[in-house]
């Protein structure tokens, strides 16, 4: 079964004349569509659906991917700087491996 794409033109044609008061059956038998196609174009143009902002919302997710490109460089490189510095703080004061453990295991020595 092939599906036919309908163009904006025509589906505001269809609703305002449905708008005039003619019924969803006669227009769908005068236009040879579906009564359920027509009450599905009602319902998109009540939630604003029924315009085509397809190339609105590409150029939104082509400028949120843009910004979440250069946050993850932003964080590639904070990364990086944090690895050398770790790796600077222990060459200056190296620990043996157990004591660096002991030291990180989260006990208190105060008791």
């Known amino acids: 079964m ?3 794409r309908y163009t904006k033109g025509f ?9 005039s008061g003619e019924s969803v059956a ?11 196609l027509i009450y599905e174009w009602q319902e998109k143009r009540r939630d604003g659906a029924l315009d085509d902002t397809r190339p609105l ?11 979440l490109e250069q946050k993850v460089g932003q964080l590639t490189m904070e990364n990086d700087f944090l690895k050398k510095t770790l790796r600077r703080l222990e060459q200056c004061n190296p620990q043996s491996e157990e004591q660096a453990v002991r030291n990180s295991s989260g006990k208190s020595r105060k008791a």
């Open 57 to 67: 919302r590409e150029a939104q997710l082509h400028r949120q991917i843009g910004e």
């Open 2 to 4: 092939s599906y036919r």
């Open 26 to 36: 006669a227009l769908a038998r005068r236009f040879a569509v579906s009564r359920q």
């Open 11 to 19: 589906k505001e044609k269809l609703l305002r004349e449905l708008g």
